[in-house]
C-alpha cells in the first residue's frame, strides 16, 4: 500500500516559468515532509522540508505548501531553470518511535526544463 | 564538511554470493538509515542504527542485515544473493535525536547481480 503518491510521473516546463511538483500521502501519523532531487546514479539531495505545524515554508526559488486536511502536498520553483531537470521525490517521516531513521518515498515525478 | 560516503561505488555478484557495503555517515550525524532503489519498487527503507543499535526495520528478508560501529559507520551485509537484489543502495545520515530530522544521502552503491 503506497502512503505517498506522485501521481505525475513527468512534467516538462518552460525555462523562467513555474514548477509545480504534488504528491498525496495516506497515513496520518506523517508529521515531517520532505523534497529530494536526484540525478541517474547520484544518492537524493535534500532541497527543503515542512514540518506538520506549517503550512509553507520557502527557501530561495523553492517552496512548499502543505495542506493537511487534504493531506497533500507541493513543491514551488519559480523561475524554473534547466539545471533543475531531474527527478524529484516527496518524502515523509511519521510520530512514534518505530519510525526512526524512516523515510516514506513517493515514486518521483521526472521534471525536465527546456530552454 | 564531507558528505555521506558510500564504498564501493559498483559491485557485480553472483548468485549464492554474499556482498557488504560500507557507508561513513557526516561527521557528528549518529544515525544511519539504509534505503534500497529499485525500478520496480523505488526507495524502500531498509533499516537504521543509532548509537551502535537498530532502532528500525523495514520489510525486508534477514538475509538483509546491518551493524553500526562506535564511529557512527555502518555496513549492511547481504547474504545469499538473488538476482532481485540487483539495486542501487543508499545510505543516509542524520543528527538522529528526533524523527523530525533531515536526512542526507549518500551517492549510493550500485549492485549487480548476475
Known amino acids: 500500500d503506497q502512503q505517498v503518491k506522485q501521481n505525475s510521473p513527468s512534467l516538462s516546463v518552460q525555462e523562467g516559468r513555474i514548477s509545480i511538483l504534488n504528491c498525496d500521502y495516506t497515513?496520518?501519523?506523517?508529521?515531517?515532509f520532505l523534497w529530494y532531487k536526484k540525478y541517474p546514479a547520484e544518492g537524493p539531495t535534500f532541497l527543503i522540508s515542512?514540518?506538520?505545524?506549517?503550512d509553507k515554508n520557502e527557501d530561495g526559488r523553492f517552496t512548499v505548501f502543505l495542506n493537511k486536511s487534504a493531506k497533500h502536498l507541493s513543491l514551488h520553483i519559480v523561475p524554473s531553470q534547466p539545471g533543475d531537470s531531474a527527478v524529484y521525490f516527496c518524502?515523509?517521516?511519521?510520530?512514534?518511535?518505530?519510525?526512526?531513521?524512516?523515510?516514506?518515498f513517493g515514486q518521483g515525478t521526472i521534471l525536465t526544463v527546456h530552454p | 564538511k564531507a558528505g555521506v560516503t558510500q564504498t564501493p561505488r559498483y559491485l557485480i555478484k553472483t548468485r549464492g554470493q554474499q556482498v557488504t557495503l560500507s557507508c561513513s555517515p557526516i561527521s557528528g550525524h549518529r544515525s544511519v538509515s539504509w534505503y534500497q532503489q529499485t525500478p520496480g519498487q523505488g526507495l524502500q527503507f531498509l533499516f537504521e542504527y543509532f548509537s551502535e543499535t537498530q532502532r528500525n526495520k523495514g520489510n525486508f528478508p534477514g538475509r538483509f542485515s546491518g551493524r553500526q560501529f562506535s564511529n557512527s559507520r555502518s555496513e549492511m551485509n547481504v547474504s545469499t544473493l538473488e538476482l532481485g537484489d540487483s539495486a542501487l543502495y543508499l545510505c543516509?545520515?542524520?543528527?538522529?535525536?528526533?524523527?523530525?530530522?533531515?536526512?542526507?544521502f549518500g551517492p549510493g552503491t550500485r549492485l549487480l547481480v548476475l
Open positions: 543516509a545520515s542524520s543528527l538522529a535525536a528526533d524523527v523530525k530530522e533531515t536526512q542526507y
Open positions: 515542512i514540518s506538520s505545524i506549517k
Open positions: 497515513n496520518s501519523m506523517f508529521d515531517y
Open positions: 518524502a515523509a517521516s511519521a510520530r512514534g518511535g518505530t519510525s526512526y531513521g524512516k523515510l516514506t
